[in-house]
């Protein structure tokens, strides 16, 4: 199995765990934010998720800080010249990933895959106009990193077919269950989840039944682990809304992919879910 060496630029919630993922797995991984506050939360995470796994007794004391180092946080996009793959982890803003994308590809060796993490943005946007688009690929991961097992490999237009084996190949080294997905909007989880949280949103505007009953609801009835309000919480409901934007944008406002009011008015409050304390759930109890 190659050694590699990662790149991933942003160290929010996703990128912590995404460098976690890979620092488990014994590669070397540069994590980038411009942020040192950022950097720092995401340096806590990683210690406090490490002592959990020694508590667990599922790694050493030992094996934690050897771990724990191959995480080296950085904040000039230079430091991952020698990456052998770069996952760019940053938020949902098409412009934001291509700038990135336009430094990395002058940046990083003509090899290096360059990946995007993004959950609906198209992969052939965030390439069109760039040097060497067949580089570019998607490589969406879901929340927690560490935990859920699928990635999604979205090949944009342009990617060439070498770079998809390499990134599902890449993909599978990571002890992750890959699969290849077309670049339409939402790829294939985002697309079916939709009507998931949608249709809850829409039940819960017609006053039929309460978040906490939904939830219920799902997880005694459906099976599912969370239910829909729960998930959003988890997720961030500032990302969550914008992806359904994405998608109904993408699909040009078909009606079955229109964004809630509800989401929309939570997220212009600060109501985020987990990582503001209060969402669909008050956390601050």
Excluded at 73 to 98: F, G, N, Q, T, W
Excluded at 115 to 141: Q, V
Excluded at 144 to 164: D, Q, R, T
Aim: aromatic letters at 8%.
């Amino acid at each position: 199995m190659k050694a590699y060496q990662v790149g991933v630029i942003g160290a929010g919630t996703m990128g912590a765990g995404i460098a976690l993922v890979c620092a488990r797995k014994g590669y070397r991984t540069w994590l980038l934010d411009a942020n040192a506050a950022v950097l720092e939360k995401a340096q806590a995470y990683l210690q406090s998720t490490l002592a959990k796994d020694v508590a667990k007794g599922k790694i050493t004391e030992q094996q934690k800080e050897e771990t724990y180092q191959l995480v080296i946080p950085v904040s000039d996009m230079k430091e991952l010249a020698a990456c052998d793959v770069v996952i760019e982890a940053v938020p949902e803003r098409l412009e934001l990933k291509k700038s990135i994308f336009s430094s990395l590809v002058d940046i990083c060796s003509p090899d290096a895959l360059l990946l995007s993490n993004t959950s609906s943005i198209s992969i052939t946007e965030i390439a069109g106009g760039l040097k060497h688009p067949e580089r570019i690929l998607g490589f969406h991961f879901f929340n927690p990193a560490p935990v859920m097992p699928l990635i999604e490999v979205i090949h944009g237009k342009k990617s060439s077919k070498e770079n998809v084996e390499k990134t599902y190949q890449f993909a599978k080294d990571l002890g992750k269950v890959p699969v290849l997905a077309a670049d339409t909007p939402g790829f294939i989880v985002n697309r079916v989840a939709r009507p998931y949280y949608n249709e809850g949103l829409r039940i819960l505007g017609d006053h039929v039944a309460t978040v906490e009953q939904m939830d219920r609801i799902m997880k005694k009835a459906g099976g599912f682990k969370m239910g829909p309000f729960e998930l959003q919480d988890m997720i961030g409901i500032d990302i969550n809304f914008a992806t359904t934007e994405s998608v109904y944008s993408n699909f040009f406002h078909e009606g079955r992919f229109k964004p809630s009011r509800i989401q929309q008015r939570m997220v212009q409050a600060g109501q985020l879910g987990r990582k503001t304390g209060e969402g669909f759930y008050d956390y601050n109890e």
